[in-house]
């Protein structure tokens, strides 16, 4: 265990959660015409927390001085 591991959660969660938060946010809505708004609302602050994760994992890290 080391930094070069956390090093590449990091990476592979910058690389894999965003992309999925934009394409449930602009995808879902349009297959279900008859989305409920809420449940829109919903899945999209979840799609928004998977998005900003990467950041407060690195932000965590470097507070923390376990990656610095």
Known sequence: ????????????????FPPIAVILMHFIPQV??????????????????????PGIIIAFLIYFGVCG
């Open 32 to 53: 279900k015409k008859g989305f409920d708004f809420l449940l829109w609302l919903i899945i999209t602050i979840i799609c928004t927390i998977f998005a900003w994760l």
């Open 1 to 16: 265990m080391g930094c070069g591991l956390w090093d590449i959660i990091v990476i592979i969660f910058c690389i894999i």
